[in-house]
């Protein structure tokens, strides 16, 4: 397994001097299999433009360009690269296309066409000369051939958002992004009028429970890419309920939950080349001594599971 980070940032791009480092561009990850010559897009945030760029420079030369396509959830930064990635105006391109069913009566390629329309771009979704398949996915496993398994997990985010578990001759890759923890949404305040016991306590224990299962879920990965949007003190600063997780919360799931290495993603458009330097300094280096490889996503470095 190869894994290429192509943007690693969250909510906008952001390109500038401060960015240079861990780069600018929104979410997209490449995971490409060498031994069945199988290529996985997660996401296509910005970054998929120059993912596109590339493949169309190395490997439409070779054949038509093949890929599938996975999408966490639909949100704009997650999606927004899509229509400027170039193998899809290529004839011969064939693309299977996999994400949540966002809405119940609209599928993922509803969500999808939403953007390819005369008000946001030049060019419809019915003009396009590559062959495009879509799968709406919910909480599964899915055999996909050759060896290859991907197994889906819903995470916690204001949009119906999943996790992958990839899994391919015993090594295991797995995303957790946009999530954050699970807590308990009823009163727990017991001087509080609405306050409810009963409710309080099953409200604590399905966010337990929960947050038990996405642990099972990312359990012994080899390689687990985690949305880390936030220090805990920002997340606890007016943050709770935006649908990203600190990076000590991921540090800590991962120490317990056997992850050999552990990329620290969805970075906060806002957070400079010098912060996330500092922040490797002060959460990831006592990380490491623990015994976690981790590290903060940057663009354009490849992995090897």
């Known amino acids: 397994m190869e894994v290429t980070f192509w943007g690693v940032r969250g909510s906008i791009p952001c390109p500038g001097p401060e960015t240079v480092k861990y780069g600018g561009n929104t979410a997209c990850l490449e995971l490409y299999l060498e031994e069945i010559d199988r290529r996985i897009i997660i996401d296509a945030g910005s970054g998929i433009r120059l993912l596109g760029n590339k493949l169309m420079a190395e490997q439409l030369p070779k054949g038509p360009i093949e890929a599938d396509i996975f999408f966490t959830h639909t949100h704009w930064d997650h999606i927004m690269g899509f229509p400027f990635f170039t193998p899809v ?21 509803d969500a999808l066409n939403g953007q390819w329309t005369y008000r946001y771009f030049p060019v419809r979704h019915e003009e396009l000369s590559s062959q495009i398949n879509y799968f709406d996915l919910k909480e599964e496993r899915i055999d996909l051939g050759q060896g290859l398994s991907v197994q889906t997990k819903y995470l916690n985010h204001p949009l119906l958002c999943l996790g992958y578990r990839f899994e391919f001759e015993g090594k295991v890759f797995c995303t957790a992004y946009d999530t954050e923890p699970f807590r308990n949404l009823f ?6 009028p609405s306050y409810d016991e009963a409710m309080a306590l099953e409200g604590e224990q399905v966010a337990r429970e929960e947050n038990q299962r996405l642990e099972r879920f990312i359990q012994g990965a080899d390689l687990l890419v985690y949305d880390t949007m936030y220090t805990q003190a920002e997340l606890e600063n007016g943050r709770r309920g ?33 912060e996330l330097d500092g922040l490797e300094k002060s959460l990831c280096l006592p990380a490491r001594q623990d015994g976690l490889d981790v590290s903060f996503a940057r663009e354009g470095v490849t992995l090897t599971l």
């Open 89 to 109: 105006f290529i004839p011969g391109t064939r693309l299977n296309i996999y994400g949540p069913v966002t809405f119940e009566n609209e599928t993922l390629q």
């Open 187 to 192: 009163c727990n305040d017991p001087q509080d």
């Open 242 to 274: 935006w649908g990203h997780s600190s990076m000590e919360y991921a540090i800590e799931s991962s120490i317990g939950n056997n992850v050999k290495q552990l990329i620290l993603f969805h970075h906060d458009p806002g957070r400079s080349d010098a």
